[in-house]
Every structure is written in C-alpha cells, then in structure tokens.
C-alpha cells in the first residue's frame, strides 16, 4: 500500500490550494474506509469511558449539564479541530473552514439520522432540545456559512465572526 503523505501542508503556506491529490486506490480506499471505522469506533468508546468523569467535574464546577454534551463534541472534534487549525496557521484559510464545517456538518449530518432511526425503531419519544436562543444561533450560524460559502473563497473576518457565534453559544451554554 503506499501511504505517501501528498495531503501534508506546506510548512511556509505557500502550498498551492487548487492542487489536488491524485484518486487513491480501490485499496488504499478501502484500508482508509476500515481505519476510519476504527477511529470512529476509538472515538466513541473513548467519550464513553470519559463521560463519567466530565459528568462529575461539571456537577462539581456547579454548570449546567448541556456542557457535557459539549466537551464530549469538543472531544470528538478534536482531530478535525487540530487539521484545521493547522491550516488557518499555513494561511490555507479555505481549507481550514472547509475541515471545521465539514466534520461539524458530517458529525451533526449523521448523528440527527441515526437518533431518529433509532427513535422510530424502538419507539422511543425524540427530542433534540433545541431552545429558542439555541435556535436563533444555528439560524446565525447557517447565515453566516451560506455568505462565507457562496463567495467560494473565505477570508479571516468570515472566520472570526464564526468564532464570535461559537463563543456566544459557549456562553449562553454555561450561564442559561
């Protein structure tokens, strides 16, 4: 199998953004597929042995309990945060709002389907918890994503008004 690392951004930034890799191979595809589900998989047990933890330091930092759903995302985000804050670091701010959107968007685009499967399959009440304030962010937020993504091009303001949205939802999150 040939692992070469053409994905690895330039150290000086100046990696050219339009360049893409080659198609990787049938097999090269399927070992990524397979290493992908045991990533996933090492994820998911991680979060679960963690949780009971996180619930007690924050039932003992006094916070509300949506925090822990937060630092369980935060955990779960963690590679895609650190590969794209890389690259904002590289000035590849495309693709560092693309790696932060797409692995939000994929965690939250597969989550929602799969709660609702099984919801329906055991017959069990379904209930996202989405709070007004909450709702009035995500509007802001997909706002603010539909503007950065029609121009086909971001720039650091774009991304700082998307930190501004996170950082109201943290606080908002912590003191209701």
């Not at 330091?57 to 935060?74: E, F, K, R, Y």
């Not at 590849?92 to 329906?120: D, E, H, K, Y």
């Not at 802001?140 to 993504?149: C, H, Y």
């Amino acid at each position: 199998m040939d692992f070469a690392r053409t994905d690895r951004i330039a150290a000086d930034g100046a990696g050219d953004e339009s360049a893409h890799a080659p198609p990787p191979s049938p097999r090269l595809a399927w070992a990524s597929f397979g290493l992908l589900v045991v990533a996933l998989v090492a994820v998911i047990g991680l979060a679960k042995m963690l949780s009971p933890t996180i619930e007690r330091g924050i039932a003992t930092a006094g916070l509300p309990q949506a925090v822990i759903g937060i630092v369980i995302a935060l955990l779960a985000l963690l590679p895609e945060t650190r590969a794209a804050l890389r690259a904002a670091r590289a000035d590849r701010l495309q693709t560092s709002l693309n790696l932060a959107l797409g692995s939000a968007l994929a965690s939250i685009g597969l989550t929602i389907p799969v709660v609702a499967m099984l919801s329906i399959g055991l017959d069990l009440p379904l209930r996202l918890g989405l709070l007004p304030k909450d709702l009035v962010l995500l509007a802001l937020t997909f706002a603010v994503g539909s503007i950065a993504l029609a121009a086909g091009r971001t720039n650091v303001l774009q991304g700082a008004v998307h930190l501004l949205i996170f950082a109201a939802f943290l606080f908002l999150a912590i003191v209701p």
